[in-house]
């Protein structure tokens, strides 16, 4: 086709054939790119009635097709009939007196019809309004026996005592799926599937031979996490305990029929990758495997399913551990008081060879990846590894991998944290092949997604918050904020200018938080370690004695803002005094006058390291360090009890 043509199919695709950069200069996307991203996004037509449409309730929904007579079944069983009126694009529904997933019949077929609330389910409704929370990698927790990875039984016991000190919810990190047969992949953003869980924060019980003990025991002393031995050590006991839980068989039957085709093809590509990567890694992406085994549907992977139906079961028993030990989580987390519980993390996209890939093709971008274009921290650009879904396929497949991914991270919490939650509007697009900077940003169906949270949402009776940080699309805050979702606002970043504001005009439809696991931590940021890490990797950053220079004016101007704030008082403490930035920081937290506080751990702590350091790899100890003391105990100490304390009577006051 020619360029005009090209353009214009791609912007009926919503890719924007032009972007600006951050000093507003506009850059054309290459036909190479249009091209690409057009392949990836799948075929163009739609059907001419989708298998999903959504509105909200109480209000006339919009069809595209003409006016005529209609019949909706609702969820409840309740029919009701009519006409469909004229309407600018073809017709209208009157409005749907309940929310739900309703069946719509008219002369042109049968659909689904999503009918949302108007917003999300809020903290109000939760009875946590002006609450406060902790933020924790679980990784990092500890407990005894644990052998050098943190667990669901773990996370219990850190629940019960944030619960005991007042706290309404507990944030953790993303609990997706990884690959058992690759031991050194981690990232917890960098899942094989947000829908299966993450099987290495399973309780694999008490270690029982002598060289288990004794490679536990190695391991928990350890303050970074070993996640090659760690894991081969978690695997092989999980695998002991599947071979001998015969008395919760009829438990696991259940899950297992229960959880349906989602599950099984999890199991099975979990088996397949350990087949295939494990005679030869080259094989690691499915896409490199002989042709047959990258089909799900194909016979060949029926035969495989019924010639390796044990290894099958064990990975789908895997799953049933897991999200066994996190329902448990969530109800020690209810019955320590907590009225909201788990926020669980939902990762903007997953590896393009994992299992969510491999078994939704069709709803996947196969053969481009997600990342950012180029800005002031990284002029080529940035390729995160990532694929997303197709905003095309999920439309024709009536958004059920988006549906089966947000249940998921629901189902055993009270909340969710959706990363890079501009996603839901645009993502910036990179062929595979293609450098970071010869991307696309390409439109997803904003309304419908929003519209499907809220719904999911009400009936988990879960809050929402969306990771609003970096560069937002002009207009999106205000429209997260009408469908309910929080923001988040994080301290170093909520300034006039050079000057802090005080927390009292922070917005209050936000998570007030002190830092995140991408920015240094309080004690971390007043230390400068931020600064020495960079110098110290050859990372791109401004001159070090200009940054350290400017840092110690940051410190003043901070400091002003706490005092101020009432927060803190006298002259600052010393670049080292961790413990007292930290005091002083959670109290100014305290006062915001955003919905919600959220506290990482670390700065509760007073703990100068971060969790990750973007722009890295293994340069830096990426989700690998561990919490210094015992789930259990690890808020005990008096420093960190008294700053949770003045943490939450700020709250309180507020």
């Not at 305290?590 to 340069?619: H, K, S």
């Not at 561990?626 to 507020?654: F, I, K, M, S, W």
Request: with cysteine; charged share 20%; aromatic share 6%.
């Amino acid at each position: 086709m020619n360029e005009e043509t090209l353009r214009r199919r791609a912007e009926e695709a919503g890719i924007a054939p032009s972007w600006h950069d951050v000093f507003g200069t506009s850059h054309e996307v290459s036909p190479d790119t249009l091209r690409a991203v057009l392949a990836a996004i799948g075929e163009a037509t739609a059907p001419a009635l989708p298998p999903l449409l959504t509105g909200v309730v109480g209000e006339p929904i919009p069809l595209t097709q003409p006016p005529g007579d209609f019949e909706l079944l609702l969820e409840d069983g309740t029919r009701l009939a009519g006409r469909s009126e004229a309407h600018a694009t073809g017709a209208v529904l009157p409005p749907v007196p309940a929310i739900g997933y309703h069946t719509l019949r008219l002369a042109a077929g049968e659909t689904r019809l999503a009918v949302a609330p108007p917003r999300c389910f809020g903290l109000a409704e939760a009875g946590a309004l002006g609450s406060w929370g902790l933020a924790v990698q679980l990784y990092a927790l500890r407990r005894a026996g644990d052998g050098g990875i943190g667990d669901f039984r773990a996370l219990a016991e850190f629940v019960r005592a944030a619960g005991a000190q007042g706290a309404a919810a507990v944030a953790i990190s993303p609990v997706h799926a990884q690959f058992a047969a690759d031991v050194g992949h981690f990232s917890p953003y960098a899942p094989s599937s947000r829908v299966a869980m993450n099987a290495l924060h399973a309780d694999p019980g008490a270690p029982t031979t002598p060289e288990e003990v004794a490679e536990a025991a190695r391991l928990e002393a350890l303050t970074l996490i070993d996640w090659p031995a760690a894991s081969t050590l978690r695997l092989d006991m999980l695998r002991r305990c599947f071979g001998a839980d015969a008395k919760n068989q009829k438990k696991f039957n259940a899950f297992r029929r229960s959880a349906g085709a989602a599950l099984e093809l999890h199991a099975r590509f979990e088996a397949l990758h350990a087949r295939h990567f494990g005679a030869d890694q080259r094989h690691w992406h499915w896409r490199d495997w002989p042709a047959a085994y990258r089909d799900p549907q194909s016979p060949e992977i029926a035969a495989f399913a019924r010639d390796n139906a044990s290894e099958i079961a064990f990975h789908a028993w895997l799953q049933w551990r897991a999200e066994s030990g996190m329902a448990e989580a969530q109800a020690a987390a209810r019955a320590a008081g907590m009225p909201i519980g788990l926020i669980a993390d939902l990762a903007v996209g997953t590896d393009s060879g994992g299992s969510h890939a491999w078994s939704r093709q069709d709803q996947m971008l196969i053969g481009a990846s997600i990342g950012a274009p180029p800005d002031l921290l990284s002029r080529e650009g940035q390729n995160w590894g990532l694929v997303a879904f197709s905003p095309g396929g999920l439309v024709r497949h009536g958004f059920g991998a988006f549906l089966e991914m947000l249940r998921a991270a629901l189902r055993h919490a009270g909340g969710v944290r959706i990363d890079h939650v501009m996603g839901l509007s645009r993502l910036w697009v990179v062929p595979d092949g293609a450098p970071a900077s010869a991307g696309a940003y390409l439109r997803f169906p904003l309304t419908d997604l929003l519209r499907l949270v809220a719904l999911e949402s009400w009936r988990h009776r879960a809050i929402v918050l969306g990771e609003d940080l970096g560069t937002v699309p002009e207009g999106f805050r205000e429209r997260l904020q009408e469908a309910g979702l929080l923001g988040m606002r994080v301290l170093m970043f909520e300034r006039a200018g050079e000057r802090f504001l005080p927390p009292r005009e922070w917005p209050r439809a936000a998570a007030a938080m002190s830092s995140t696991h991408d920015l240094p931590t309080i004690a971390g940021w007043w230390a400068g370690r931020d600064i020495d890490w960079r110098a110290e990797l050859g990372l791109p950053a401004p001159d070090v004695a200009w940054a350290r220079g400017e840092r110690a004016a940051e410190r003043d101007r901070l400091w002003q803002a706490l005092c101020e704030s009432g927060a803190a008082s006298g002259a600052p403490p010393e670049p080292a005094a961790g413990d007292a930035i930290a005091d002083a920081a959670l109290a100014h937290l305290g006062r915001a006058g955003c919905e919600l506080a959220l506290i990482p751990v670390e700065d509760a702590l007073g703990l100068p390291e971060q969790p990750n350091l973007p722009g890295t790899t293994d340069q830096h100890p990426n989700w690998r360090r561990r919490l210094p003391g015992p789930a259990a105990t690890l808020l005990d100490a008096p420093p960190v009890r008294g700053r949770l304390a003045a943490l939450a009577q700020a709250r309180r006051a507020g």
